[in-house]
């Protein structure tokens, strides 16, 4: 008796190798009055040939984080797959900031997608030199985060040196509608029901009352 075993890992690799990459490309403006079609002659004219079909053209602030942007999370979660290439003409174009730039940065990496940026000076950022600048990325990327924390700590002992109420502001609109149902002898949770709020909400109202050029104060 004969025993023939196939091995399909080779199989496997072959369909690998033979995969064409397929390359897409990620173009942004800010405003409906500007068009990507420069971004795609740009990338075009650097020898990456994206078809039409796979160039993804999105109008929204660049103050929005990647991941929020309504085409390019279609994008990477629905049209790109493991190995795959992403060009973009502009590091901007995958994040609002360092931090955001990261993050996206390391979701494409971990997904297998080949991220190509270029305006650096290695545009690829799956190359050794790619990766060490992404390690670079990362650094100012914390450096950033721990400013961030610092001026939010800061801002905060401040207004408490200054003797500001921290914390977020009452709203003015919730008491005298609170006010007006307890005038009308409705008790707390009825209260609650007919403005559609929650019980708490109503009983942190209930002893306030507004006082026109003087803001609220507590009913004793």
Known sequence: MILIVYDTSINDTKKEVNRIMRIFAYCRVSTTEQTTENQVIAIRQKGYEVIDSRIVSETVS???????????????????????????????RLGRDNIDVQSTINLLTDKGIKVVCLDLPVADLSSAEGKLMLQMFSAFAEFERNRIRERTREGLERAKAEGKKLGRPRAKSTTLAVNAKKAEGLSQSKTAEALGIGIATVKRHWNLRTIPNHGRVAVK
């Open 62 to 92: 660049g103050s929005v984080e990647a991941i929020k942007r309504e085409k390019f999370k279609m994008l990477i979660n629905h049209k790109m797959e493991k190995g795959d290439m992403l060009v973009v003409l502009k590091l901007d």
